[in-house]
């Protein structure tokens, strides 16, 4: 039976995630209120913040912003597109 949670970011209820996706605090924030399709918007909200800025993940700095930018993504404001970001046609 898949575990549910009131999803932050959804504003309902939603299946969970099925672990913490994140180390520490913030990832037990995330897997107490975050719902399993509310993480993959984020992993494409991910994806389009390290190709745009391209960043390498595996820098402190970099991984530095893309934790704030999870914690206003789920948790705060939200996370913005660059300024510059067009999105892919097709």
Not at 28 to 51: C, D, F, G, K, P
Request: charged letters at 25%; a negative charge; hydrophobic letters at 30%.
């Amino acid at each position: 039976m898949a575990r549910t949670v009131y999803c932050v970011k959804l504003q309902q209820e939603a299946e969970g995630l099925e672990r913490p996706p994140y180390p520490g605090e913030l990832g037990q924030r995330i897997y107490e209120h975050v719902s399993r399709q509310a993480w993959e918007m984020w992993l494409q909200q991910q994806t389009m913040l390290i190709n745009e800025y391209r960043l390498t993940p595996a820098e402190p700095q970099a991984r530095k912003f893309l934790e704030g930018e999870m914690e206003a993504f789920f948790f705060g404001s939200g996370s913005e597109r660059p300024p510059e970001y067009q999105a892919p046609q097709g």
